[in-house]
């Protein structure tokens, strides 16, 4: 991996972290191919197509450029977006649709690179998690499933693939001033219910105050240099504010009703 210009597939790469991860490592010299479902500024170098729930075009993208680079170094995954909701109120198919991309998008990603991982006896998948799946939150309890469902399926692949060579690594952001914010979907019975309205909104609005405090996700892209250029990366990296990392410890050490109590009062 200790490469002069490794090859990198980024997912998610028009915003957020996906864009902060492509800009950094490109000036740092990797050769880094930006994917997206959404078309990206022709500003943007080896732009490629790619939507992560659906399985030929995963394939295609993966086939593209491995047929051009011969090889593919390093996957960074960090397609995904926000669902705010209670349980109660949040369909089926939206969750459907949330673990599709969140978490069968990244599952689809690394299942088509690993072949070639493989073959090469060497390789690094960079998942982009969340603080949220370790620690659930009010009114995220579906985001926050998929995101432990990813640390689960992660932690078992790293197992799995060590003998070939192939690395595999979480992060695990706090909030972050990214798009996330204005991208994120609200469940569609949460505008209508009567019964969570006003906890839901109170909710809601710290998430956004504390996103829009949140660090830059440029601090991501330089985590994420620093794993590609390690021999024995750790499993997993949390990030993010004190209070955020406090709360992960807090979780193990204290009884479960103290410690829902903290987060219920700072969601109000």
Same mark, same amino acid.
């Given at each position: 991996?200790r490469?002069?210009?490794?090859?990198v597939?980024?997912?998610?790469?028009s915003?957020?972290?996906?864009l902060?991860?492509?800009?950094?490592?490109s000036?740092?010299g990797?050769?880094?191919?930006?994917?997206?479902?959404?078309?990206?500024?022709?500003?943007?170098?080896?732009?490629v197509? #790619?939507?992560?729930?659906?399985?030929?075009s995963?394939?295609?993208?993966?086939?593209?450029?491995?047929?051009?680079?011969?090889?593919?170094? %390093?996957i960074?995954?960090?397609a995904?977006y926000?669902?705010?909701?209670?349980?109660?109120?949040?369909?089926?198919?939206e969750?459907?649709?949330?673990?599709e991309t969140?978490l069968?998008?990244?599952?689809? *990603?690394?299942?088509? %690179?690993?072949?070639l991982?493989?073959?090469?006896?060497?390789?690094?998948?960079?998942?982009?998690?969340?603080?949220?799946?370790?620690?659930?939150?009010p009114?995220?309890g579906?985001?926050?499933?998929?995101?432990?469902?990813?640390?689960g399926?992660m932690e078992?692949?790293r197992?799995?693939?060590?003998?070939f060579?192939v !690395?595999v690594?979480?992060?695990?952001?706090g909030?972050?001033?990214?798009?996330?914010?204005t991208?994120r979907?609200k469940?569609v019975?949460?505008?209508e219910?009567? *019964?969570?309205?006003?906890?839901?909104?109170?909710?809601l !609005?710290?998430?956004?105050?504390?996103?829009?405090?949140g660090?830059?996700p440029?601090?991501?892209?330089h985590?994420v240099? !620093?794993?590609i250029?390690k021999?024995?990366p750790?499993?997993?990296?949390?990030?993010g504010s004190?209070?955020?990392r406090?709360?992960?410890?807090? !979780?193990?050490?204290?009884?479960?009703?103290?410690?829902e109590?903290?987060? #219920?009062?700072?969601?109000?």
């Amino acid at each position: 991996m200790r490469m002069n210009k490794p090859v990198v597939l980024i997912t998610g790469a028009s915003s957020g972290i996906g864009l902060a991860c492509a800009d950094y490592l490109s000036e740092t010299g990797c050769n880094v191919y930006r994917a997206s479902r959404t078309p990206m500024s022709t500003s943007h170098p080896a732009s490629v197509h #790619m939507d992560v729930t659906d399985d030929d075009s995963v394939n295609a993208c993966v086939r593209q450029i491995a047929e051009k680079e011969g090889r593919i170094d %390093v996957i960074v995954n960090c397609a995904g977006y926000g669902l705010a909701g209670s349980v109660e109120d949040t369909a089926i198919e939206e969750m459907k649709a949330q673990f599709e991309t969140n978490l069968f998008g990244t599952i689809r *990603v690394c299942q088509a %690179v690993l072949p070639l991982m493989r073959r090469q006896q060497a390789g690094l998948i960079v998942n982009i998690s969340s603080i949220g799946g370790l620690i659930s939150l009010p009114f995220q309890g579906i985001y926050s499933a998929g995101k432990f469902a990813l640390e689960g399926a992660m932690e078992a692949l790293r197992m799995e693939v060590s003998r070939f060579g192939v !690395r595999v690594v979480l992060i695990e952001p706090g909030d972050l001033n990214t798009p996330f914010t204005t991208h994120r979907r609200k469940a569609v019975k949460s505008g209508e219910s009567t *019964v969570y309205r006003e906890s839901f909104e109170k909710a809601l !609005r710290v998430m956004e105050r504390d996103e829009a405090n949140g660090s830059s996700p440029l601090a991501i892209a330089h985590l994420v240099g !620093r794993i590609i250029n390690k021999r024995s990366p750790s499993c997993r990296y949390v990030t993010g504010s004190l209070y955020e990392r406090a709360a992960i410890i807090l !979780r193990a050490l204290l009884p479960c009703k103290f410690y829902e109590r903290i987060l #219920m009062k700072h969601y109000q």
